[in-house]
């Protein structure tokens, strides 16, 4: 894990120790894996000791573009990383499409990405947008997004590690007293979800838990207010309320949460990406399934394979 949290040191020869950045796309939902990736890119700036003029979540960033065409040059654009590089997430794939559109002269980074199309057609739609901005670097996961990233969308590509990963030896590790259950079956619910009728041993669907599951009402209402002050954000003519820092307080809360209910299981069954990864972080044994279009795999081959206690589970 040490070893893979330094890899993330590929991204400083793009985006220096001490850079004036604006971060995009901040997730605004409660898909815990993708805070788990925002927490560590706070803590990779934080450790790089960038200069952050802006953070806008993926709700706030349209407005946010559209208000600052005369970024200074000097300012690198950073894109949230994650899996939603292609067509089943749109609304991302069109905010970034956006961003090398709109500034054509200024350094754009996409951090750390999976990629994957369903349709050739919006692949190649997208890849004619992105491919005309001559100053964008593309991190990505896995060695397949790096050939379809190189062949159709930008020369500088590059392999990284998942944001995630700096917080290793920034969240606790596992206590053993602290055990109170054998086995979290944590399973994707979503359009990603994976067949596991060949799995044997497998528990009731009904004892299967998502992250839907493991955030609570309060989670959800929390989520709508910021959601519903977003909308207030895009019809105000100057100033932006403070969605993004209440959120970043909020959400160090509920990671804190999840943590906890990680820790008090002996071993993690999961087809979600960062239940693999927060087992890493946390110290506890994982057994990784893959999601619907090999994700998963593809990951754990690139990095997380000889991670202690973690196995793949190949159907």
């Keep these: 894990m040490n070893v893979l949290k330094n890899n993330l040191s590929v991204i400083d020869d793009v985006v220096p120790h001490g850079s004036k950045v604006v971060y995009l796309d901040i997730p605004l939902h409660l898909n815990v894996g993708d805070l788990l990736i925002y927490k560590g890119t706070e803590q990779f700036f934080k450790e790089r000791q960038y200069k952050v003029l802006a953070r806008r979540t993926d709700q706030g960033s349209i407005k946010y573009l559209q208000e600052n065409r005369n970024l200074p040059k000097d300012v690198i654009i950073l894109m949230h990383g994650g899996g939603n590089f292609g067509d089943l997430y749109p609304h991302h794939q069109r905010l970034r499409e956006k961003v090398v559109t709109d500034f054509p002269n200024h350094k754009i980074v996409y951090l750390p990405q999976t990629v994957h199309f369903k349709s050739d057609d919006e692949l190649k739609k997208s890849a004619e947008i992105i491919r005309q901005h001559k100053n964008l670097t593309i991190f990505c996961r896995d060695t397949r997004s790096q050939e379809i ?86 019809l105000l003519s100057s100033g932006v309320l403070p969605v993004t820092a209440l959120w970043g307080s909020y959400t160090d809360k509920l990671v804190e949460r999840v943590n906890e209910y990680f820790m008090s299981y002996d071993v993690v069954v999961t087809s979600r990406m960062h239940g693999h990864i927060l087992c890493c972080l946390l110290g506890v044994k994982t057994k990784l399934l893959d999601n619907s279009y090999g994700k998963n795999s593809t990951y754990y081959d690139a990095w997380t394979q000889f991670v202690p206690d973690c196995e793949l589970i190949k159907l």
């Design 149 to 234: 990233l190189k062949e159709h969308f930008c020369e500088n590509v590059i392999l990284c590690p998942d944001m995630a990963h700096s917080l290793w030896n920034v969240f606790p590790k596992q206590k053993k007293e602290n055990i109170k259950g054998n086995t979290l079956w944590m399973i994707r619910k979503d359009i990603e979800e994976t067949n596991l009728s060949a799995l044997e041993g497998k528990p009731d669907a009904s004892k299967y838990e998502d992250w839907k599951d493991i955030c609570t009402n309060k989670d959800r209402n929390y989520v709508r207010i910021l959601l519903n002050l977003e909308k207030v954000n895009r």
